[in-house]
């Protein structure tokens, strides 16, 4: 059906949190000099993002569809995810490492929100277009991409 591509980029999006988790030694010494707690931190801005997400995409999906909520959802995971591997460190020196790790953590929240926007309009969606007799197994795909994404970062 149409929202295989859909869940394909719950995969990819899943996949990209993994991704930070598993790098944090590396995020921790090269953009929070050494603090984990920061860079966990860092990480959970993304879950602080997301009921600001939530709201914001639910608005633009009843207002211009779902079809646009999706997009900007997916528009916003792709300059959070390659914006975050464009970004200086503090070996460039102080001043880029301040803008680099200040950066990362917009980058981040702007993930968040499009993961809770991406995530509420992809069930919307497949409630709506889903056949009624297999409506749950559609629904349940939801949870298992996002732990596919997981998995595959390992």
Do not use: H
Not at 98 to 103: F, L
């Amino acid at each position: 059906r149409v929202y295989w591509a859909l869940l394909l980029g719950n995969v990819v999006e899943w996949y990209e949190f993994a991704v930070y988790g598993y790098l944090e030694p590396y995020l921790e010494e090269k953009f929070f000099r050494g603090s984990a707690i920061a860079a966990w931190l860092g990480f959970g801005v993304t879950f602080l993002a997301r009921p600001l997400g939530g709201a914001v995409f639910g608005v633009v999906g009843d207002a211009f569809g779902r079809s646009a909520a999706v997009n900007l959802t997916i528009i916003g995971m792709l300059v959070g995810t390659c914006g975050q591997g464009c970004l200086p460190t503090f070996a460039g020196g102080d001043t880029a490492g301040t803008i680099g790790v200040s950066i990362l953590v917009l980058l981040r929240f702007l993930q968040g929100m499009s993961a809770a926007g991406e995530i509420s309009t992809i069930s919307t969606y497949i409630a709506e277009v889903g056949r009624r007799e297999s409506l749950g197994l559609s629904m349940s795909l939801i949870s298992m991409t996002c732990n596919v994404g997981f998995l595959s970062a390992k």
